[in-house]
């Protein structure tokens, strides 16, 4: 059964910096990988999908990294801002039609 | 405006009582999902549906039920056989496209037990 861990758990940073979350899943056979923001009691929100075939996607300050072979993704955020506080979670879709999800990594951006 | 739209966004459930979660989307998606989400942890799928009429078990599908008998609506009921009802529930639906196959959120549903 595919298993998905995020590490860490929680992280704190002050504005302006630049990180990483990282997202790991047992299983390789995965047909694409998505990442996901969550705002304290809220839904989720679609950041970034990247397909299997593919090692990377960028949208404006978020890169996102994918090594299949290594069941591994990271999530970078350049240059840390407030609003990026949130909780972000990673999800990798089976051949199936199924989503496993991480735990998240909540994060805190201090002004 | 397109969307998935959840209600209502609080519910308290009675012992022994049958309560049902709305979950309509108009994004005219195939797919439609419905997960449990506990403080601290990820999202576990409860049930799942590829088409009208038809629906999977997910991880934590005892306790729960589900139909679709329409496109756009995927209810969810926790029956009273669920005994620790008290969560977050999201609802989520995508597309058939294996190319385009991102999931779209509702606002989600916090469920208490009174």
């Known amino acids: 059964k595919q298993e998905v861990t995020q590490i860490p758990a929680a992280l704190s940073v002050p504005e302006g910096e630049n990180l990483v979350l990282n997202c790991s899943f047992t299983d390789s056979a995965i047909y694409n990988l998505q990442w996901f923001r969550q705002d304290p009691g809220k839904g989720l929100t679609s950041l970034l999908l990247?397909?299997?075939?593919?090692r990377e996607q960028t949208s404006g300050r978020l890169n996102a990294s994918l090594d299949k072979s290594s069941g591994r993704s990271t999530l970078y955020i350049a240059a840390s801002q407030p609003g990026d506080s949130a909780t972000y979670l990673c999800a990798v879709r089976d051949n199936f039609n199924k989503f496993y999800f991480g735990s998240g990594t909540k994060l805190n951006v201090k002004p | 405006d397109g969307g998935i739209t959840q209600s209502p966004k609080y519910l308290f459930r009675k012992e022994g009582q049958n309560v049902t979660l709305s979950c309509e989307q108009n994004l005219n998606h195939d797919a439609m999902y419905w997960y449990r989400q506990d403080p601290g942890q990820g999202l576990r799928l409860i049930y799942y549906?590829?088409?009208?009429?038809?629906?999977q078990k997910g991880d934590i599908a005892e306790g729960y039920s589900v139909s679709r008998e329409k496109k756009e609506s995927f209810p969810l009921t926790v029956t009273s056989a669920q005994k620790n009802p008290t969560a977050f529930y999201l609802c989520?639906?995508?597309?058939?496209?294996?190319?385009?196959?991102?999931?779209?959120f509702g606002a989600g549903t916090r469920l208490s037990v009174l």
């Open positions: 549906s590829q088409i009208v009429n038809d629906f």
């Open positions: 990247i397909q299997s075939s593919q």
């Open positions: 989520a639906s995508s597309i058939w496209d294996l190319a385009k196959n991102i999931q779209y």
